[in-house]
C-alpha cells in the first residue's frame, strides 16, 4: 500500500480549482503539484494567502487533468490511498479526473482516507503556508509522524 497526501487550493468557498498536490508517504518518491487556470473571480483573502504561492506555470483544466492521471498511473505500484484533512481537497481530486458527461481518466483504484486532525493546522507548519505541495508535505509529515 502506498499513501499520498493530498492538498488542494481554490478561488474560494465553492470555488474553481487552482492547484493541487498528491504527496508521497516516502519523501524520496516524487510528488505532484500542478497549477490550474481558472477563470472566475477570487476571494480577496485568497489573493493575498494563496495566488503569491502558486508559480507561474499554469496549465489548461485538461492538461491538469492528464498529468494527474499520468501520475497516478505510474506509481500504482501497489495500492493507492489517498489520505486528506479536508473534504473538498477530495471533491477537487475527483472533479480534476472527470473529462466529461459519463467519461473519466484512465486511472488505477484507488482508496481516498479522511483524515480529521482536530488541533492540526496546515498553515502553522507548511513551509509555504497555502501552497498546495508545501501544505500537503506537512500533512504528510504530521500524519506519518503522529498516525502511520
Keep these: 500500500m502506498m499513501r499520498y497526501y493530498l492538498d488542494a487550493e481554490y478561488t474560494c468557498f465553492g470555488g474553481e480549482l487552482m492547484s493541487l498536490a498528491l504527496v508521497p508517504a516516502d519523501p524520496a518518491l516524487e510528488s505532484f503539484y500542478v497549477a490550474v487556470e481558472w477563470a472566475g473571480p477570487t476571494d480577496p483573502w485568497v489573493e493575498t494567502h494563496v495566488v503569491p504561492h502558486l508559480g507561474s506555470d499554469f496549465v489548461s483544466r485538461e492538461l491538469a487533468s492528464l498529468k494527474l492521471a499520468t501520475f497516478m498511473r505510474e506509481r500504482a505500484v501497489g495500492h493507492m490511498v489517498i ?7 477530495f471533491e477537487h481530486l475527483l472533479a480534476l479526473l472527470i473529462t466529461g ?48
Design 101 to 148: 458527461p459519463g467519461r473519466m481518466q484512465p486511472v488505477p483504484d484507488f482508496d481516498m482516507k479522511f483524515q480529521r486532525l482536530p488541533g492540526f493546522n496546515t498553515a502553522s507548519t507548511s513551509r509555504m503556508p497555502h501552497n498546495a505541495l508545501a501544505d500537503a508535505e506537512a500533512l504528510r509529515d504530521h500524519c506519518e509522524a503522529n498516525h502511520g
Design 83 to 89: 489520505v486528506a484533512d479536508w473534504p473538498t481537497d
